[in-house]
């Protein structure tokens, strides 16, 4: 697991969205071996219109998940979420917090090498975020490749085995996540 640490600005989601695919880089090249599921910007790629159901449903096919295990896996990402008495509802009627929990639910039901997670914790209730950790973990142990990035430095040392500290697009420190975090916040207070 690789945490990714900046102040706004510096290039961490950008340097997602090229590992991720959703941005072609302007120069040089991006090699990844494996299967990436990204969750960038929670909720992108839902219609508001639709339902939530609908939504999961759609985000597993979009993410080349097979219709069998979207079925198989459905009722584990609702209760997951804990949104199963809201899921028939629009996605538009649900508050940040809410669509952020199935957003979450529904990209790390995704079998995938690599996953990659842009402050997807940051906008869950502490309840919701500390069972976003575990399963995190739990992906993590079963061999992914994580890149995790956070404003949250003591989720990075928490989760991390690794970090690097991005500045103006740019590696500014990659080591311990302990002694990067601890550089990072030294600097930015």
Not at 42 to 48: S, Y
């Amino acid at each position: 697991v690789v945490g990714v640490i900046g102040r706004n600005g510096a290039g961490k989601s950008t340097l997602l969205k090229l590992i991720a695919g959703t941005l072609a880089p302007s120069a040089g090249k991006i090699n990844v071996r494996g299967r990436v599921s990204a969750i960038l910007e929670l909720g992108t790629g839902f219609n508001p219109a639709y339902s939530g159901r609908d939504n999961v449903i759609m985000s597993a096919i979009m993410r080349g998940m097979p219709e069998q295990a979207i079925k198989a896996r459905f009722d584990s990402i609702v209760a997951f979420s804990g949104l199963g008495d809201v899921i028939d509802q629009p996605f538009h009627t649900y508050s940040s917090g809410m669509q952020a929990r199935l957003a979450f639910a529904a990209a790390v039901a995704v079998e995938a090498d690599v996953i990659i997670i842009d402050e997807a914790l940051a906008a869950g209730d502490i309840r919701f975020t500390a069972r976003s950790l575990r399963r995190v973990r739990e992906i993590c142990e079963s061999g992914v490749t994580a890149l995790f990035v956070s404003h949250q430095t003591y989720h990075v040392m928490q989760l991390c085995s690794r970090a690097i500290w991005i500045d103006n697009g740019r590696i500014k420190m990659d080591g311990p996540p302990i002694e990067v975090c601890r550089a990072y916040e030294y600097q930015m207070h």
